[in-house]
């Protein structure tokens, strides 16, 4: 068993991450990946330990741009430190930058990890050399935080992303499920903890601004073509009776947010009105009240058996914080979770049928999701001082 006394540990934790801070500069990033790590960083402080987020982010700004490295710091003491960075309307500065923010993280590693830190790092395949090289020379411990199995989708990284996991000395995983994808049975004895996403019940700092006259339904997440969530979440609008409206938030490339700005006007060309809108990127306070603002939360996902064997939607957990009631294509890793019976899943996610579910909702009956929720989080924290000794 392990000793839990331990002393305070330095954490440096490496993913895409921005802040209200940085908004302006538009650097790379997901909402869902930024809340996560906003989760894990305050729950390591909340154990004892101090943490730095290296964030190699490049902004995406489109214009002629010029941006200085920075360290910001926020009410929690999650201390922050991005690269500079570059950016232009076409992709040659763009370029400089991703592989400049490479070279960043590797000096930033040398100089502030040695073989008492614990790097936590947002898994992906794209920071595995300067994290390789990194941990060769400072021989750090590494837990990789895995949300994804990325292979599934792009083949050809199968062989690099194999040897990222098997470069790992512990795991944060978004579902056990995870745990069978790691090839060597050495990595398979490593520790590990299952994180669903966040444990976190947020308060409501202003009164709701709800209209009576609608019932607003909400997909959060990100905007793009392999899970399809906000373009189903639009082609689920026209079967909705006259007394909902959709409204979708998140993060996505350009194209595709072009996309579905066309399929959102010819749903609410074909039925006259709008019925659906985009809003945008929600950050911190603003991504909090405008979830408060609505009545029903919805995860329209494709049904991708591959996806489904791994991946537990943080948007999930972040509906259940913000007492969502909340409608979910039936997935095995929500039907697996301790979270199953808080949500309504449908097996068939055709637009027709997920239209169904969603008008089935009683906003009168009793929901909540708080002791649950509370429960997960103490979980985690017991768990967490056993993994970072």
């Known amino acids: 068993m392990i000793n839990e006394a331990r002393t305070r540990k330095s954490i440096c934790y490496v993913g895409f991450y921005s802040d209200e801070a940085v908004s302006y500069e538009k650097r790379y990033s997901a909402p869902s990946a930024v809340n996560k790590m906003n989760y894990i960083a305050s729950s390591l402080i909340r154990v004892g330990h101090n943490v730095r987020i290296l964030s190699p982010s490049w902004s995406k700004t489109k214009k002629f741009a010029y941006y200085s490295g920075r360290t910001t710091s926020s009410k929690d003491g999650i201390r922050v430190k991005y690269p500079s960075t570059f950016s232009s309307p076409g992709r040659v500065l763009e370029f400089f930058s991703r592989y400049y923010s490479l070279l960043w993280l590797f000096i930033m590693l040398i100089f502030n990890a040695h073989k008492e830190t614990h790097v936590v790092l947002y898994h992906s395949t794209f920071l595995y050399f300067p994290i390789l090289c990194a941990k060769k020379i400072c021989r750090f411990t590494l837990i990789l935080e895995v949300e994804e199995i990325y292979h599934l989708f792009t083949k050809s990284i199968k062989e690099r992303e194999d040897r990222m996991l098997s470069m790992a000395d512990g795991y944060l995983f978004a579902n056990k499920g995870i745990k069978k994808y790691l090839t060597k049975e050495k990595d398979k004895k490593k520790p590990f903890i299952v994180v669903n996403g966040e444990y976190n019940i947020k308060k409501e700092t202003k009164i709701k601004s709800k209209d009576d006259q609608f019932i ?42 072009s996309v579905l700005n066309k399929k959102i006007k010819q749903v609410n060309d074909l039925l006259g009105y709008k019925k659906c809108e985009y809003f945008g990127v929600k950050h911190g306070a603003e991504y909090d009240q405008f979830l408060f603002d609505c009545d029903i939360a919805i995860n329209p996902q494709e049904l991708n058996k591959r996806y489904m064997q791994f991946a537990f939607p943080s948007k999930i957990l972040s509906y259940l914080n913000h007492n969502l009631r909340t409608v979910t294509t039936q997935l095995e890793t929500i039907s697996d979770s301790e979270f199953s019976d808080l949500v309504i899943m449908v097996p068939n996610p055709s637009p027709q049928k997920f239209a169904e579910a969603i008008m089935k909702v009683n906003l009168l009956e009793p929901f909540d999701p708080v002791s649950r929720i509370n429960k997960a989080d103490l979980t985690f924290l017991d768990n967490l001082k056993l993994l970072v000794v």
């Open 216 to 257: 607003k339904v909400v997909f959060a997440g990100n905007i793009e073509h392999v899970r399809r969530g906000a373009f189903n979440a639009v082609s689920c609008a026209k079967y909705l009776s006259d007394k909902y409206r959709v409204y979708i938030i998140g993060f996505g490339a350009e194209r595709d947010i």
